[in-house]
Structures are given as structure tokens and as C-alpha cells.
């Protein structure tokens, strides 16, 4: 004859509710303490390391104001020069030829473009002539 499973009782669910209640009572009142593994390191050490992290180290390459002045001024001609080329070469040149005004705002682009690459050749050229010593050149033995 086979087993049957007795229902719980209605005593047995409510004792069994109210261990339920006490447990997250308990764990309620504990405060802000958090469940940590085994050797983890507390609040105190976690800032301190991340203090720690924000601090580049001393190999990390650096760069140069006036590179990111360049940089941002050739990006902002880059915006505001095609599109004052379209616009103007639509009314003045070209009127009403959208085609022929978009041709000369995209040579526009090219020419701010070639002439960042330029400003950049020339800076690596000037500061490659400042320091000799480090042109990349392997030496012969």
C-alpha cells in the first residue's frame, strides 16, 4: 500500500511563518553589514584601494596641451568650415545648386583634413630634430 504525505497542520505552517518572520527580523536588524567572502577586504581597504587606482603610474605617456588645443581647434574647423561652404556657395556660387555646393564643402573637409595631418608631421619633425637620440633608428653593431 503506498504512502501518503500528511497535510501540515494549520499550526505547523503558522510556526513555520513565524520562524520565517523572526529570521528576516533578525537579519533586518542587523544594520548596513553586508555578507563579505572569506578574505575580502572591508570598506575601509576597498576606498583605499580604489584611491590607489586613480593614480597613473609613472610610465604612462602624458600628453601635451597644445597637442589637445590643436586638436580641438581642428575639430571645430572641421564642423563649422564645410557647412559655412555649403551654405555660402549655395547662395553665392552655385545658386540653388545643392549638388555643386555639396562637392565644395566636402573639398573643404579634405583641405582641413590634409592640413591637420600636415600640422602633425610637421610637430613630429620639429620634435624628432629637438631630440636625435630618439629617431626609432636601430643601431648597427
Known sequence: MPRTKAKPTAAATTAHASAANKATATSKGRGNRTHRLPGAPDSAEASSQEEEEDVQPANTPQIPGNVIRKLLAFSLLLLVLPILAYFGSLKYLFVGSTASSAIVAV??????????????????????????????????R
Not at 579634405?110 to 626609432?136: C, I, K, Q, R
Request: glycine share 2%; proline share 3%; charged share 20%.
Open 107 to 140: 573639398i573643404v573637409a579634405n583641405f582641413v583634413l590634409a592640413a591637420y595631418v600636415y600640422a602633425a608631421w610637421v610637430e613630429d619633425a620639429s620634435e624628432h630634430a629637438a631630440h636625435p637620440s630618439s629617431t626609432g633608428k636601430l643601431k648597427r
